[in-house]
């Protein structure tokens, strides 16, 4: 029981005892979202992954999502689902799908806000960044401050514009 003195039951009109409903209405309302959920990850895995990191990156303390994102990255590739890392070029603001594979969202890196994130993705436009001085000249950088362009290169979002990170 959920810790009341007496019983939990009720008395139905047709002088039934129905004890402890608490529980199963609990329990039958987690199995229909279980099964949900497994349904949409078997028969929608792509937009089962963009989804579910869209609101763990948005809902989890930034320690505990920088602990949670290589699982389900290493997950999505078990089922042959490839997540892209971030990029300047080619993410948008949250997890996105292009192609049939998901885009890591700029909102998702740690100490990049929506604020920087928007600003990036509409300076990109249309137009991709050719290089680092391009991105520095297109992007507001009150917006996009050093400790923001530090975290995007540590998460590797200048990586496909051929700069390599060391380690």
């Known amino acids: 029981d959920i810790g009341l003195e007496k019983y939990h039951n009720f008395l139905l009109e047709n002088g039934t005892i129905a004890s402890n409903c ?15 959920t497994a349904y949409l990850k078997a028969n929608y895995p792509v937009e089962f992954f963009c989804s579910l990191m869209t609101v763990r990156s948005k809902t989890l303390q930034p320690k505990t999502w ?3 994102a290589p ?3 290493q997950e999505a590739r078990k ?3 490839e997540i892209n890392p971030p990029s300047v070029n080619s993410s948008d603001l949250d997890f996105t799908i292009k192609d049939g ?3 890591f969202g ?3 890196i740690r100490d990049v806000g929506k604020t920087a994130a928007r600003c990036i993705v509409s300076a990109r436009g249309r137009k991709k960044f050719g290089d680092v001085f391009d991105f520095l000249d297109r992007v507001n950088l009150q917006k996009v401050t050093t400790k923001t362009f530090q975290s995007l290169i540590h998460a590797g979002a200048f990586d496909k514009l051929g700069y390599d990170r060391e380690d």
């Open 79 to 81: 089922l042959g689902i």
């Open 101 to 103: 594979e998901v885009y």
């Open 71 to 73: 699982e389900y990255i």
């Open 66 to 68: 920088a602990q949670k």
């Open 106 to 108: 700029l909102n998702a």
């Open 22 to 36: 608490f529980n199963k209405a609990h329990c039958v309302s987690y199995s229909i979202l279980t099964y949900i």
